[in-house]
T-cell receptor, first 112, second 117 residues
Framework: DAKTTQPNSMESNEEEPVHLPCNHS???????IHWYRQLPSQGPEYVIH???SNVNNRMASLAIAEDRKSSTLILHRATLRDAAVYYC?????????????FGEGTQLTVNP | EAQVTQNPRYLITVTGKKLTVTCSQN?????MSWYRQDPGLGLRQIYY???????DKGDVPEGYKVSRKEKRNFPLILESPSPNQTSLYFC????????????????FGNGTRLTVT
């Protein structure tokens, strides 16, 4: 299974942009890149996903490198509520068994 | 409200005493799965189910059983719990589309913290 690599931790200041990187050098052509986050004492929640093109939604933006070997989750204005563990995962084809490997993610700290 | 509900939230038990953690979703999702979360190991998939009566092993299935008799429910069964199964467990579900829409997001429950002494 293709794996992802993320920094263990990152720090940001409130109301500043945050760029969370993810490397996935062994990504296959049909893998989607998904991002989830986990707030303290909660289950993970979906943030955004993409295949090749950059994507935007109300929570964040996803920038995908042209070779798809890396991606960056962008929080445009970090708030204290954005402090969480962020997971970058790859979703393969439906018929591949739907195994999902989350890894340890990036712990984001947001300073007031 | 669309949600995945796990019960109980906290459970303390003793080695060998059979237990069941329930999981229910109200979104008519075909796909459901169980994860355990341990410090330093991230989230690891235990079992998953693509639809009713269809289940398959994830990365760490040893010591666990599941069943999928109804679409909405996916209980996790520990026939003989051991201390190494002390962990935080999450149930998740998602819509299963046809091949071009397999990117539907996962919805997670709020977790069950299990302690086996």
């Amino acid at each position: 299974d293709a794996k992802t690599t993320q920094p263990n931790s990152m720090e940001s200041n409130e109301e500043e942009p945050v760029h969370l990187p993810c490397n996935h050098s062994t990504i296959s052509g049909t893998d989607y890149i998904h991002w989830y986050r986990q707030l303290p004492s909660q289950g993970p929640e979906y943030v955004i996903h993409g295949l090749t093109s950059n994507v935007n939604n109300r929570m964040a933006s996803l920038a995908i490198a042209e070779d798809r070997k890396s991606s960056t989750l962008i929080l445009h204005r970090a708030t204290l509520r954005d402090a969480a563990v962020y997971y970058c995962i790859l979703r393969g084809e439906e018929t591949s068994g739907s195994r999902l490997t989350f890894g340890e993610g990036t712990q984001l700290t947001v300073n007031p | 409200e669309a949600q995945v509900t796990q019960n109980p939230r906290y459970l303390i038990t003793v080695t060998g005493k059979k237990l069941t953690v329930t999981c229910s979703q109200n979104m008519n999702h075909e796909y459901m799965s169980w994860y355990r979360q341990d410090p330093g190991l991230g989230l690891r998939q235990i079992y998953y189910s693509m639809n009713v009566e269809v289940t398959d092993k994830g990365d760490v299935p040893e010591g666990y059983k599941v069943s999928r008799k109804e679409k909405r429910n996916f209980p996790l069964i520990l026939e003989s719990p051991s201390p190494n199964q002390t962990s935080l467990y999450f149930c998740a579900s998602r819509r299963r589309g046809h091949k071009s829409s397999y990117n539907s997001p996962l919805h997670f429950g709020n977790g069950t913290r299990l302690t086996v002494t």
